[in-house]
């Protein structure tokens, strides 16, 4: 099993920037799929970014498209979320997940790792 432990949520204006770290432990990390998930008040957990194992391939939201960027550095055991332009309705709990190789990376129930949420709030 990954252990995950999400880092570098807190408060941003609109249009500001703010970037977000999952340190993994555990078992392979590299061959894992990871992705970020969010989750706003009274909402939904919903699907943001995820990575592949390698790093090659990267799939996005289209709310998030454009302006988030996710890496990975499997020699650190870390994944990064670079989120820019930030507006007010990104304001959410932010996971990080980590499931096996394959599956759809935007669906939660293809991940069987989770960190415990860094929280993300942007002021208008």
């Known amino acids: 099993q990954v252990q995950l432990v999400e880092s570098g949520g807190g408060l941003a204006q609109a249009g500001g920037s703010l970037r977000l770290s999952c340190a993994a432990s555990g078992r392979t990390f590299s061959l894992y799929k990871v992705g970020w998930f969010r989750q706003a008040p009274g909402k939904e957990r919903e699907f943001a970014a995820a990575i592949n194992w390698s790093g090659r391939s990267t799939y996005y939201a289209d709310s998030v498209k454009g302006r988030f960027t996710i890496s990975r550095d499997n020699a650190k055991n870390t994944i990064y979320l670079q989120m820019n332009s930030l507006k007010p309705e990104d304001t959410a709990d932010y996971y990080c997940?980590?499931?096996?190789?394959?599956?759809?990376?935007?669906?939660?129930?293809?991940?069987?790792?989770w960190g415990q949420g860094t929280q993300v709030t942007v002021s208008s």
């Open positions: 997940a980590a499931g096996p190789i394959g599956g759809n990376h935007q669906r939660i129930d293809d991940y069987d790792a």
